[in-house]
């Protein structure tokens, strides 16, 4: 049995992975078919399916869940404008940065072991036939 304590904010998520439809269920208040109608209307939402194509749902879904439940039922916006307001809202959350990539290491570059390579894939088959050579 799934041990849930209400927080000010809702039902605290137990920590888990995967979560199935019955606890996500219990977990939001709502219908296992209405969080499966949700999933065909909320396209940011899309738990995976195990091998017995049994909905398997991330923390992150569930918490969309409980957000997409307040908005529906709580603030009474419609499935389109939740819709709306949760994707507006994901696309204004500002992008984290990337810190600067070290310099790319000779081998990218072209350089093996830091000396510049004329040609290649001249090289490269010259070295396969030299251990081909060796292998004979």
Request: aromatic share 8%; charged share 30%; glycine share 6%.
């Amino acid at each position: 049995m799934l041990d849930v304590v209400l927080e000010n904010n809702g039902p605290q998520i137990p920590n888990k992975l995967y979560f199935r439809i019955g606890e996500v269920a219990r977990l939001t208040g709502v219908k296992p078919y209405v969080l499966r109608y949700w999933e065909t209307e909320f396209p940011m939402l899309h738990p995976k399916k195990s091998g017995t194509n049994h909905r398997l749902f991330r923390r992150k879904d569930v918490e969309l869940l409980l957000e997409i439940k307040t908005l529906l039922y709580e603030k009474r916006f419609t499935i389109e404008g939740a819709r709306n307001y949760i994707s507006s809202r994901a696309k204004a959350r500002p992008q984290r940065t990337v810190p600067a990539a070290d310099p790319p290491a000779p081998a990218a570059q072209g350089l093996l072991f830091g000396a510049p390579l004329a040609n290649p894939l001249a090289d490269i088959r010259r070295e396969l036939k030299e251990i081909l050579d060796l292998l004979k």
